[in-house]
């Protein structure tokens, strides 16, 4: 019998399955808060949550809409912090 590491078996498992946006946004989340205080500053945490990745578009929703709109005008200084983690996002559309 021939072991096959969990390295080489896991990826190919989340690849047939298509797992790979989620685990991608499952990272985002986790990291979430910290990357908005990198990249926005302080106060910006608990505002907001990315909730779907789809078609290289990070769906963020926000506790309303001035949130909302205030984040999408950081959505330059935003991209420059996901795409570090997810470089597959090219752009952001956050909801209310």
Do not use: F
């Amino acid at each position: 019998m021939t072991w096959t590491s969990i390295k080489k078996i896991l990826p190919q498992k989340i690849a047939a399955l298509k797992l790979e946006n989620t685990m991608k946004l499952y990272a985002l989340s986790q990291d979430w808060d910290e990357i908005l205080k990198k990249s926005l500053g302080d106060g910006w945490q608990k505002k907001s949550k990315p909730i779907r990745l789809k078609n290289k578009t990070l769906i963020i929703v926000c506790r309303n809409s001035v949130w909302a709109n205030e984040l999408q005008l950081k959505e330059s200084t935003l991209l420059n912090k996901i795409r570090y983690r997810v470089k597959e996002v090219e752009k952001i559309k956050v909801v209310s």
